[in-house]
């Protein structure tokens, strides 16, 4: 091997595919694949010396071609309800988006103040509503401690210092330096996501909902979702808990896709469920075989 060529193989992921027909009346082809990975790993660029000389891995090059293209694709991240980079997943994510110049869209900085201000906007549109369904509820006597315009007022001072986002909300930050991915939902969580009683009404799965319908709206035919809707295991995460928890999310991800079926032409669909990485070999097997009996996957008749 020369001297010069500092080239690592990058570690094998566990990788699991299957094809699939869905639709209740015109059936379209998706692909499904179920990957263990870390969340970051898809942003990442692995970058190798050959020579000296820093050598990109080819899937750059593919995630580049089909940036204007109607084939892109996306990724769900879990964030908290602010909308900065200085805490946690964020500004890893933060870290990874500025390891390269962004030449086509705002960089991570710029494309956060712009949502924070939209986020201020939806705050106060909501404390209107809130206000105005209020106000509709009271009796006809028509008393009220000061007036609409005083209480909208206080509401929109009040809501642009707190937090403005709710579990369920997500936000889009569009991207051309990244690995393997072009957009990203910031899917807003919570602490209630670590309880086993998650079920399909939680606002994190309805949330999941509106981004495969915004995803089959505008050409984002890739969309990576984390399945146990974590990025990394803790204790209370048993295998028990992990099954229960894909169980729902295939569920609810195959009646979305079901249902967002009407929305698109013939294209080819791929859902990737991404679980954290270092599961043990048994869990992933088991998930596969959950996966592939909830959307029964069918299996070729060789014919002799």
């Not at 937090?163 to 939902?185: A, M, P, Q």
Request: hydrophobic content about 40%; some cysteine.
């Amino acid at each position: 091997m020369d001297n010069d060529c500092d080239w690592t193989p990058q570690p094998q992921r566990m990788e699991e595919s299957f094809t699939i027909h869905l639709g209740s009346q015109l059936k379209l082809m998706h692909n499904l694949r179920l990957l263990s990975a870390d969340v970051l790993d898809l942003c990442r660029h692995k970058l190798n010396k050959v020579g000296g000389i820093v050598v990109p891995q080819p899937q750059r090059l593919q995630t580049a071609i089909s940036l204007y293209s109607n084939n892109l694709s996306g990724l769900v991240l879990l964030v908290d309800n602010r909308i900065n980079a200085y805490t946690g997943i964020k500004r890893e994510f933060a870290s990874v988006c500025q390891m390269s110049t962004e030449f086509h869209f705002e960089d991570i900085d710029t494309a956060l103040e712009i949502i924070r201000q939209q986020g201020m906007r939806v705050a106060e549109w909501r404390a209107t509503n809130a206000f105005q369904g209020d106000s509709s509820s009271q009796s006809s006597s028509g008393k009220s401690s000061g007036s609409p315009s005083d209480s909208q007022g206080s509401h929109s001072h009040t809501k642009k210092s707190l937090v403005t986002l709710k579990t369920g909300d997500f936000y889009i930050t569009r991207h051309s330096n990244l690995s393997e991915v072009h957009l990203v939902f910031h899917l807003v969580v919570d602490d209630t996501l670590r309880s086993a009683d998650v079920n399909s009404r939680h606002p994190v799965i309805l949330g999941l909902r509106n981004i495969l319908r915004v995803a089959h709206e505008h050409d984002v035919c890739t969309v990576t979702i984390p399945l146990l809707l974590v990025h990394e295991m803790s204790e209370e995460m048993t295998i028990q808990w992990c099954l229960k928890r894909a169980e729902l999310m295939f569920k609810c991800i195959k009646g979305f896709m079901i249902e967002m079926a009407s929305l698109v032409g013939d294209e080819t669909r791929t859902v990737q469920f991404l679980v954290p990485k270092g599961i043990s070999e048994e869990l992933f097997s088991s998930l596969s075989n959950l996966l592939s009996a909830t959307f029964r996957v069918s299996n070729p008749v060789i014919l002799k």
